[in-house]
């Protein structure tokens, strides 16, 4: 049962259920069928908004939400409206896309996951929400829990990766990172759990394609983030908008209803995509808007983000009686009910002073440079060529990225958001202070198909090089490289190559980075490569050719100087992928929880691969370096039969053996050898980033239990938990090798 841990009178005690349920019927009692249905329309924002204007619909109390609008002062002057002259007088919700950081910018969430330290995610979002909420807003549409198991679907940035387990421990951080101890705690927001669900899976990595997958994938894999998320006490959900199943995700009785409402317990609400309820009708679903409507609502989704289909069909349909007041009531109650326990009731405005305060915080860039320093990925360090040495010389920083805030702040930024990210150049020549550091960009990167966002923000519009410029930048970046002794390349995607309609059909290096960087690598110059970058990329070339790479993903605004540290060694990289790198593009989707075909790997001929190479991974799930080593050794088991329903505990023991303090991420993954269904060949079921100094031991302890050992049974349709030799592994990363064999016995 979710119970969305209380809420609040207005900063004073928390309210119980009891208190929200009479305050809410109160308010219902005396709302019109009109207001009702206002409250279930989320509508655009001044900028955003078509036809008749939001003050007008407001004013008439046709709207419980404002999205896509970034200003105090506007958020005053609609308020006021809404609690002042509206006819229930109900104060408005303020929602904005905050996904990772509102002023202050983190990494991306999928560089955040692989920090595989759920602190870290949870203090991001709490500053992220602190920001947010000083500057008026109530709800975040974020985090986003769609696993992602393609890498070239594009919002694979905005989630944690391709693993459910890892998936869930982001999902529940993030959730108490944003609302905080309960809905309603002071300097926190609403959160948003989306897509719900399965969106991750589109059809050939393309965004919002079909997605169809089983209801053992669904249960097994993509729905524990958002399972885990309701626990955590998540306010909101969000359907996705793509056809599962050849059911659309808004019109989905299953998840939405069946699944998230009946089975699950969810007491909070349900909003749609952007116009997803419209799109019902686009997609082939719906007849018209009035069956979008009505199906939308009847499956679960109470209130309709800016498609205006509810605030036209719904009142007639219930008029019609092919809806009840009851059926509207439903919808309405838990949206009131946030309203209730956020204390907008108490204090609606927003303190236009506030947010300069606030976002200028020295702890937030604190927070922001530490959840830098552990979502990097190491990747490779031949010959311990890194850390550089600061007494370096004739060092030259090259690459389209290298300068680039908005590379480094990465995908997703709040309307209106500047960047002003520190970048990778900025961050090495403040680290080497005396220190001539030559630069530069090369030709620059762009995509052939414009984003999306320039439609919404021409001013972000910028004319693209002329073929003579690019030739000229790139002989430049080369004689720039021939006059260095140690080059950092940094390269990888612009911010808006990964995202919301930006998926690929490639994941090599965009543009003319890869010759350049063979090019300077040729030069025989020592070579560093940090990549800039929301998905994971074809580096094949580069991981045989480039003796050190550092994948830094988006890392946000102290992004500069975060590399710059674990570059010059005064941080120790620790962070694992949370996806598997495949070698090319063809071999998505690639993830490392497969389950075993009738040709065990090892069979060159017949194993599952295609024959012009190998399909392994490029990185595997969960891999990473530092600068120092560690073994793991001494893996116990505490029983090693036990029976079905009982746990045991999986104990392994992890020492630093090199010569600097580092971090380790002690993974523990299972098989089940036969039973019901097959299963995955490895499934993560535990893990735990330690901090050791040089010869320091730890002992990690784990449990096994019916949650980790059970699962959604395809041929059994139900959860189950089967009598079956299981084998178990604790290492660094998924392949871990230090094994050891369980017996459950019913
Ligand atoms: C569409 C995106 O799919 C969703 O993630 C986002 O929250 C909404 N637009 C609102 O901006």
């Known amino acids: 049962m979710n119970d969305m841990r209380g809420g609040q009178r207005g900063g004073d005690a928390v309210l119980s259920e009891a208190e929200v349920a009479a305050r809410v019927d109160a308010l219902i009692s005396r709302m019109s069928l009109a207001e009702k249905v206002g409250q279930l329309c989320q509508i655009g924002g001044v900028s955003f908004a078509e036809g008749p204007k939001p003050e007008e619909i407001i004013r008439q109390g046709g709207a419980g939400s404002v999205l896509w609008l970034n200003d105090a002062k506007q958020f005053n002057a609609l308020q006021r409206i809404a609690v002042e002259e509206s006819p229930s007088r109900i104060p408005l919700l303020f929602a904005l896309d905050v996904i990772h950081g509102y002023r202050t910018i983190f990494p991306v969430p999928l560089a955040m996951a692989s920090s595989w330290d759920p602190s870290v995610a949870e203090r991001a979002q709490a500053v992220a929400a602190k920001e947010a909420r000083a500057a008026g807003l109530h709800w975040t549409f974020g985090p986003m829990l769609d696993i992602a198991r393609d890498a070239r679907w594009g919002r694979i940035v905005e989630g944690s990766g391709e693993d459910p387990y890892l998936g869930a421990a982001m999902a529940a951080a993030q959730v108490r990172g944003f609302q905080g101890p309960h809905l309603g705690a002071p300097d926190h927001v609403v959160a948003c759990a989306k897509h719900f669900a399965g969106y991750g899976a589109a059809d050939g990595g393309r965004d919002y394609d079909p997605v169809f997958l089983s209801e053992a994938q669904l249960r097994n894999v993509y729905f524990p983030p958002f399972r885990s998320a309701l626990e955590a006490g998540v306010g909101t959900f969000m359907s996705a908008y793509m056809d599962l199943n050849n059911v659309p995700a808004s019109g989905n009785a299953f998840l939405l209803r069946d699944t998230l409402r009946t089975e699950w317990g969810f007491q909070g609400f349900v909003v749609s995509d952007a116009f997803a309820v419209g799109s019902l009708v686009t997609q082939g679903f719906a007849r018209d808007g009035s069956d979008a409507a009505l199906r939308a609502l009847k499956a679960g989704v109470d209130m309709d983000m800016a498609s205006n289909t509810y605030a036209q069909h719904l009142a007639k349909l219930v008029r019609e009686d092919k809806l009840s007041i009851a059926d509207i009531d439903a919808a309405v109650r838990p949206i009131l009910a946030v309203k209730v326990r956020m204390g907008l009731f108490e204090h ?354 784990f449990t096994l239990g019916p949650d980790e050992l059970g699962y959604w049974s395809a041929s059994a349709g139900r959860w189950l938990q089967d009598p079956a030799a299981f084998d178990v592994w604790i290492g660094s990363d998924s392949r871990a090798a230090l094994h050891g064999e369980l017996d459950v016995v019913s």
Request: hydrophobic residues 40%.
């Open 348 to 701: 609606p405005y927003a303190d236009e002073a506030k947010l300069e305060k606030v976002a200028t915080l020295a702890e937030h860039r604190r927070e922001a440079r530490i959840a830098a320093h552990r979502s990097m990925v190491l990747l490779k360090n031949e010959g311990g060529v890194l850390p550089l040495p600061k007494t370096v010389k004739n060092l030259a920083v090259i690459g389209p990225l290298a300068d680039s805030k908005e590379a480094t702040e990465g995908s997703w930024m709040v309307f209106g958001h500047k960047p002003a990210a520190v970048t990778i150049l900025e961050g090495v020549r403040a680290k080497l202070p005396g220190v001539n550091v030559a630069y530069a960009p090369g030709p620059e990167i762009r995509r052939e198909v414009p984003s999306m966002f320039e439609d919404f923000f021409p001013e972000t519009k910028r004319p693209a090089q002329s073929p003579q410029d690019a030739e000229a930048a790139y002989n430049a970046a080369i004689a720039v490289a021939r006059a260095a002794d140690t080059v950092i390349m940094v390269l990888g995607e612009n911010a808006d190559m990964a995202g919301e309609a930006a998926s690929r059909d490639s994941l090599d290096l965009p543009g003319r980075q890869q010759e350049l960087l063979a090019e300077v690598v040729a030069l025989g110059k020592r070579v560093v490569l940090v990549l800039l970058n929301g998905r994971p990329l074809g580096i094949t070339w580069a991981a045989q050719h480039v003796p050190a790479i550092l994948e830094a993903w988006e890392p946000g605004t102290e992004g500069g100087n975060a590399v710059a540290d674990i570059l010059f060694g005064d941080v120790n990289p620790g962070g694992k992928l949370p996806v598997t790198f495949p070698r090319k593009a063809s071999h998505a989707p690639l993830y490392y929880a497969r389950t075993l075909t009738h040709q065990p790997e090892d069979n060159p001929r017949y194993r599952s691969r295609y024959w012009e190479g190998l399909t392994t991974p490029l990185y595997p799930f969960g891999f990473g370096l530092s600068y120092t080593t560690f073994t793991i050794e001494k893996l116990k088991l505490s029983s090693s039969k036990i029976q079905v329903g009982s746990s045991l505990s999986v104990t392994a023991q992890v020492t630093n053996t090199g010569k600097v303090s580092g971090d380790e991420v002690v993974q523990l993954y299972i098989h089940q050898r036969s039973g019901s269904d097959s299963r995955p060949l490895r499934e993560l079921k535990g893990f735990e980033r330690v901090s050791l100094n040089p010869g320091e031991t730890r002992t990690v302890a």
